[in-house]
């Protein structure tokens, strides 16, 4: 394989990510039907890179938007004032601009390209049964990813679970029908990974495997079964995941970048004591952390406080430490904590609060010492979360689903928590 035929193809799906619009390019082009009909084993692995490639534009964007729903972050910005006004709440969200239509078009690429991906697998004469299930399974885990995390912008608003034919687009489906289709997805995928060959490049995981991906794709079915509050179904996925109650906690699965040509360098990092454009830790994430827990370097101290509008923060948010720095998909702190909700809502509480003390011991707190109840273990286990999970898009989720949005703070009068996103104009107009 020729490297810079992958890179040349990786460009230019991170320059179609540049669009401000939100349009979706077409895929059905001459060279994509080309591909599509008899494509080569070269060319067919250029479309799963440029997939999986295709993942990380406008992330930034997408942590912005959902890290202020959930107050865990400010975001200054001298050249985008819509950071500390209409994401803060204080005028309604636009359907028409860069934080709605540019998230919901980058993971429908990807959707697309996945779907363009899985028509050359089904029509080679290239590739062994066992070759085309590597892919097949690959690419709608991918797609399943990619429609989650456009469904927890959206909540309600629901999305199209269904892109296939751009000319005949399924319909926008609510948010529990759209989950129901992405756990089918993964399913679908997992069943493909199943006796399958890895006969292509995978940068979200070292040294990949078959096993290392079905992995991957159970542990993005825990978290969507916790979505659909099916815990034992959550408990089964964990079975077959990465979870590992006393292996390490960061290990995962990750979006890799790199200084490259034709590569992307990471663009949820911000340097700390940076002027001009700030990712604040909002000042209740050092007021409520305990004392000693070493998750407070997650929210470094400043050398002068930031200030903007009204709003101030003496921590830079410290999760992404270089530009080339991973960004998480999914890792086993995580794990735990979904295998610690899961067992809190079946009432097998001693179970739960032996993965909680996990997470708590592993960042210098003594065991939890609180009520062996529900309620108190649910919030124990949300407040875990928020200090495991902090700016990685979690809290606002996590509050939602537990209907608790109105315990997060407004700093302003007339500030406001969106409980979700609108569908981008271009949508909503089909």
């Known amino acids: 394989m020729k490297q810079h035929s992958i890179l040349l193809f990786s460009a230019m799906l991170l320059g179609l990510g540049a669009c401000q619009k939100g349009e979706i390019p077409n895929l059905n082009t001459p060279v994509a039907s080309a591909i599509i009909a008899n494509g080569t084993k070269e060319q067919i692995d250029n479309l799963a890179v440029a997939m999986e490639s295709g993942m990380r534009p406008t992330l930034n964007t997408y942590f912005d938007a ?60 290239r590739l062994s049964a066992n070759e085309k299930k590597g892919y097949l399974g690959y690419a709608k885990t991918i797609m ?10 959206q909540y309600t608003n629901g999305i199209r679970t269904d892109v296939k034919d751009p000319n005949k687009l399924g319909p926008i489906k609510g948010y529990p029908e759209s989950l129901t289709d992405i756990a089918n997805m993964l399913n679908e995928g997992l069943t ?7 006969v292509f490049p995978v940068t979200i995981v070292t040294d990949v495997t078959p096993l290392k991906l079905q992995r991957f794709n159970r542990s993005l079915a825990a978290r969507v079964a916790v979505y659909r509050q099916q815990w034992a179904e959550a408990l089964t996925a964990l079975n077959g995941s990465s979870f590992d109650l006393n292996g390490d906690i960061n290990a995962g699965y990750v979006h890799i970048f790199s200084a490259n040509s034709g590569d992307q360098l990471n663009p949820v990092f911000l340097p700390q004591n940076n002027s001009g454009e700030n990712r604040l830790a909002h000042p ?13 370097g997650k929210a470094t101290l400043r050398t002068a406080t930031a200030s903007l509008d009204g709003l101030s923060s003496n921590r830079d948010v410290w ?5 080339t720095a991973p960004v998480y998909i999914i890792r086993n702190e995580e794990l735990i904590l979904i295998y610690a909700e899961a067992k809190i809502q079946l009432n097998q509480l001693p179970d739960a609060i032996v993965a909680l003390n996990r997470v708590r011991i592993a960042h210098g707190l003594p065991a939890y010492a609180g009520a062996s109840n529900q309620p108190a273990l649910i919030t124990e286990m949300l407040n875990q979360r928020r200090w495991s999970l902090f700016a990685e898009g979690h809290r606002w989720i996590d509050m939602r689903r537990y209907n608790r949005l109105n315990q997060l703070p407004n700093d302003r009068p007339g500030d406001k928590v969106w409980d979700k996103f609108p569908i981008p104009l271009p949508e909503s107009n089909q």
């Open 319 to 323: 999760i992404h430490r270089s530009n």
């Open 144 to 153: 399943a990813y990619q429609l989650l995390i456009t469904l927890n912008m």
């Open 284 to 296: 209740s994430y050092a007021l409520q952390i305990a004392p000693g827990d070493d998750r407070i």
């Open 192 to 198: 493909d990974l199943t006796g399958s060959e890895i």
């Open 66 to 125: 959902i890290g202020l729903q959930g107050r865990e972050i400010y975001r200054f910005s001298g050249s985008e004032p819509r950071y500390t006004t209409e994401l803060m709440g204080t005028s309604p969200l636009d359907n028409n601009t860069f934080y709605t239509t540019n998230p919901w078009a980058s993971r429908y690429r990807v959707v697309r390209q996945a779907n363009t991906l899985i028509d050359a697998v089904n029509a080679s004469s």
